[in-house]
């Protein structure tokens, strides 16, 4: 199912089709065994998206990444929830866990 939606056509041909689904498919099995509800779960989606983006199309560092990171989940621990913004769904453990899962995936990537 992910390598439809990823619109991956070349999975068994193209090492980088097959690096994103390993990507995108571990992030997602990450997040459910996190037991995030349907809306942190695709909120988490495009973060790793965010930070992928950053890494491939910005070649930012792994530094300049994580404040980017940062600012996108800088509502977490706001009480008025509908103030915070799409991505700032997460609480502060769970924000502390994403950027520290998404440390291990730069570091593996880059």
């Given at each position: 199912?992910?390598?439809?939606?990823?619109?991956?056509?070349?999975?068994k041909?193209?090492?980088?089709?097959?690096?994103?689904?390993?990507?995108?498919?571990?992030?997602?099995?990450?997040?459910?065994?996190?037991?995030?509800?349907?809306?942190?779960?695709?909120?988490?989606?495009?973060?790793?998206?965010?930070a992928?983006?950053?890494?491939?199309?910005?070649?930012?560092?792994?530094?300049?990444?994580?404040?980017?990171?940062?600012?996108?989940?800088?509502?977490?621990?706001?009480?008025?929830?509908?103030?915070?913004?799409?991505?700032?769904?997460?609480?502060?453990?769970?924000?502390?866990?994403?950027?520290?899962?998404?440390?291990?995936?730069y570091?593996?990537?880059?």
């Open positions: 199912k992910m390598e439809e939606f990823l619109n991956l056509t070349q999975l041909t193209s090492l980088k089709e097959a690096i994103l689904l390993d990507y995108y498919t571990a992030g997602f099995w990450w997040a459910k065994e996190m037991n995030f509800s349907l809306i942190q779960l695709s909120g988490f989606m495009d973060l790793l998206n965010f992928l983006e950053n890494l491939s199309k910005k070649h930012m560092t792994l530094g300049n990444n994580l404040k980017e990171l940062e600012r996108a989940l800088s509502g977490i621990g706001k009480t008025n929830s509908e103030e915070r913004g799409d991505l700032n769904l997460f609480s502060i453990e769970q924000a502390k866990a994403i950027i520290d899962y998404l440390v291990i995936r570091l593996f990537l880059h």
